[in-house]
């Protein structure tokens, strides 16, 4: 069960491990061409992986699809004003 409701989606194999699972996620990231987007996802804390991947609900494609939302809403409009 996840916050958004029974999803059906179940880790399975080495994705039980948040570490293999961040990897994965990660691995996808890179695909996007933009390092700075890659420190974001790779910034994202431990605990954070870990309650990720109790909810039961994203897979590594999910993730890192979510991942990038967030980086262009709540990163990209902010870049150049550091």
Known sequence: MSCCGKTGYNA???????KIFRTETLKLA??????D???YVDGVSDK???HILEENFFT???AMERLWGFYRTDILPYRDQK
């Open 30 to 35: 890179q695909t996007k061409n933009d390092p």
């Open 37 to 39: 987007f890659t420190e």
């Open 60 to 62: 590594p494609k999910k």
């Open 48 to 50: 954070a992986w870990a």
């Open 12 to 18: 399975n194999g080495d994705l039980k491990d948040w």
